[in-house]
């Protein structure tokens, strides 16, 4: 198995920036892809990034797309999330995700974290 714990959010003005990290433990050369999600209240979850296992290729969600970005530090085990010009819509709980796959997809993972709370106020 295979273990993930957020950290980083909080509470930002629009506009501002916030760091989020993800820090995989356990059996974690089973992790290959890593990912981004979140959930906004009342909402569905959604993809926001993804990374390889390489950290070659990375994918984002339109509405994130020149604002965030998503890297990776696989001698730390650790997935980095990059937010900046934050706005009120971006506010969710998100999620770390990961998959034994190396190749980086918009879906299909096998692990997921708990969660960390990101408000962007107006």
């Known amino acids: 198995q295979v273990q993930l714990v957020e950290s980083g959010g909080g509470l930002v003005q629009a506009g501002g920036s916030l760091r989020l990290s993800c820090t995989a433990s356990?059996?974690?050369?089973?992790?290959?892809?890593m990912a981004w999600f979140r959930q906004a209240p009342g909402q569905e979850r959604e993809f926001v990034a993804g990374?390889?296992?390489?950290?070659?290729?990375?994918i984002y969600a339109d509405s994130v797309k020149g604002r965030f970005t998503i890297s990776r530090d696989n001698a730390k085990n650790t997935v980095y999330l990059q937010m900046n010009s934050l706005k009120p819509e971006d506010t969710a709980v998100y999620y770390c995700?990961?998959?034994?796959?190396?190749?980086?997809?918009?879906?299909?993972?096998?692990?997921w974290g708990q969660g960390t709370q990101v408000t962007v106020s107006s």
């Open positions: 990374i390889s296992w390489s950290g070659s290729s990375t």
């Open positions: 995700a990961a998959r034994t796959a190396r190749a980086v997809v918009f879906g299909m993972y096998d692990y």
């Open positions: 356990g059996r974690t050369f089973g992790t290959g892809a």
